[in-house]
């Protein structure tokens, strides 16, 4: 994507922006006004407060912040945590914690988005008097069906009726500036809440008013989502419709304000606000635009965690996964295994809290993290970019200081169920540091050895017509990134016990790019038609699909006359047979000769044991089973150096 397009607006890059980046923000006002006067008598200190809060926080948190200065960092046009881990990860390698961090908090944070938003929709129900003595238990039915069906059309893709998803949010952002506009004038006084005055002063002297923040930090918990769909609608496009978005979103939040200060001053509030504001009438209509605004706000959701996790199989911070392309539009995919995962967890949660005030309870926490890691991660960019070091630490302090304030806010959700996306996030930080430090400590083992002083050996196998012939065309996947060098286990296994004979040596490296959508190759005749290197250089969004793209390889280059693929058998050649591909893939497995550090013990024995559930190396890399062997060998990466063993005489007894 050039720069000129990447930050041209169009109309129809405005609507997609709205249906795509925008759900999880805009379905906000269903539930934080709800949350912030939860069981408080209504004042004017407590909503014109409160009100100041979150005005201010989507000001400075989500319009400064993400808006104005994180979308400048973009990897190609591409955005999210790992697209700006990758542009930084070269300064300090501990910046991958905070990657990681980020990345597990916002996986977790999908898990509970989608049960609060629909479950606020259906809630709404609630209001119109026929439906007013509705069991929660049908709510919650209602809240599992939507997700069952949500959930099961991800397999087939968003393509068809992702063109919906824009002019349906229009509609709802629509909607909830005309409701706030109906009620903004119930009470002047609510227009000082664009005054922070009044935000500081709710903190300071509202008692316990400090803790209100963890309910006006939901207003912008969508904010990470502005900069993980950067790729999907461009710059230009995400700070126009922000404008639109965000006036509406303030046009409502202004309007349920000033209707809770005219209707409900001196009482404790136990309605929806949300729904208190609508128009009799428009009730049951504003129930059903609400559940589809809610259920393209999980969409957004669940197709963001697809890309997460499809980055973090690249940049090697994830266990392989099977990933489908339900469609051929670009950064479509389908993972089945975090599909079930985000699945299981929705449901689990729906069941575990019930209700949209439970789970708010529950909400903001993990994902607090996320955007603290954001923060570190957009220092360093600023560091990368040699920006002025005042600004840099402008930057640090008003962030930090802000997201600290929510941090230590949400912590007292803590008990409340705070813990079960603390739990969620912190099981999936472990998967990932695990899977990344065994890499680390793998490294310490693999030898790599000069290809030359080994060349004259093969070819000579190549010939040797004692030996029997393994195949024609011999691949193996190496991980030497040095086109000159070659793992130690590679030639054992091609050159010791029982021999590989191969007419064809096919050394196959993949080199993964910081640039998100680079595909291209290289290929090294190392031997002109007996030893080849192909080195794949792929982006962190490109999917390694080994078995089409070593085939394009082979086809090109018989086309260049550079390999002639025919079996060397006699039969075969008169009648122009190509010859057969062999992959050979090798598997590691912890050896118990090792002696290991208690936690990189642990650590291994964790790593290994989920290598067994995930993704076998051969489906990782896109290889069909029909042709590929699997050769298992013993990772030793601490021998045991103090072997006690000595050998004991006797003496002959006659």
Known sequence: ????????????????????????????????????????????????????????????????????????????????????????????????????????????????????????????????????????????YIVLAILVVLFFMQQFGTASIGKLFGPMMFVWFSMLAVLGISHVTDNMEIFRAFNPYYAIKLLVRYPKGFWLLGSVFLCTTGAEALYSDLGHCGRGNIRISW?????????????????????????????????????????????????????????????????????????????????????????????????????????????????????????????????????????????????????IYTFLSVFLTIELSFLIANLDKFPHGGYVTLIVGGCLFVVMYVWYRARKIKNRYVEFVRMKEYIPKIEELSKDISVPKFATH???????????????????????????????????????????????????????????????????????RLNLMFKKVVEDMVLNKEVNVTSRYDSQQRNNVVGDFQFIVLEKFLSQDNELPFVERLIMKIYFWIKEISLSEEKGFGLSQSNVSVEKFPLIVAPVSKLKLKRVYFENVE
Not at 488 to 506: N, T
């Open 474 to 544: 011999l691949v193996y996947l190496t991980s030497a990134n040095n086109p000159k060098e070659i793992e130690h286990k590679i030639i054992y296994s091609i050159l010791s016990g029982k021999p590989k004979r191969a007419d064809i040596y096919w050394f196959v490296h993949v080199h993964t790019l910081d640039d998100p959508y680079t595909c291209e190759y290289v290929v090294e005749n190392i031997v002109p038609n007996d030893i080849i290197r192909v080195e794949f250089r792929l982006g962190f969004r490109m999917a390694p």
């Open 243 to 391: 404008i639109f978005v965000k006036i509406c979103l303030i046009l409502n939040y202004v309007g349920q304000g000033s209707w809770l200060l005219k209707n409900q001053s001196g009482t404790v509030f136990v309605s929806k606000t949300f729904y208190s504001i609508m128009p009799e009438w428009f009730q049951l209509p504003g129930v059903i635009i609400s559940t589809a605004a809610a259920i393209i706000a999980s969409q957004a959701l669940i197709s963001g965690s697809f890309t997460l996790i499809s980055e973090s199989i690249r940049l090697n911070l994830w266990p392989k996964m099977k990933i489908n392309y339900p469609t051929e539009a670009r950064g479509q995919l389908f993972i089945p295994g975090i599909n079930t995962l985000l699945f299981v967890g929705c449901c689990g949660i729906v069941l575990y809290f019930q209700t949209s005030s439970a789970m708010g309870a529950a909400y903001g926490l993990a994902i607090t993290l996320c955007m603290l890691a954001t923060t570190v991660l957009f220092s360093n960019y600023l560091i990368s970019r040699r920006v002025k070091p005042i600004f």
């Open 1 to 140: 994507m050039s720069n000129h397009n990447f930050n041209k607006v169009s109309a129809a890059g405005l609507i997609v922006a709205l249906g795509i980046i925008y759900g999880d923000i805009g379905t906000s006002p269903l539930y934080v006004f709800d949350e912030i006067v939860s069981g408080k008598v209504i004042s004017e200190l407590l909503i014109v407060g409160s009100l100041s809060c979150i005005i201010w926080t989507l000001t400075l948190q989500t319009t400064i912040k993400y808006v104005i200065l994180t979308l400048q960092a973009d990897n190609r046009g591409e955005g999210g945590i790992f697209s700006l881990y990758t542009l930084v990860r070269r300064q300090r390698k501990w910046l991958v914690l905070p990657a990681m961090l980020g990345g597990a908090a916002l996986l977790a944070d999908g898990m509970i988005t989608p049960p609060i938003s629909v479950t606020s929709a259906i809630e709404g129900l609630r209001i119109r008097p026929a439906f007013s003595d509705i069991h929660q238990l049908t709510i919650i």
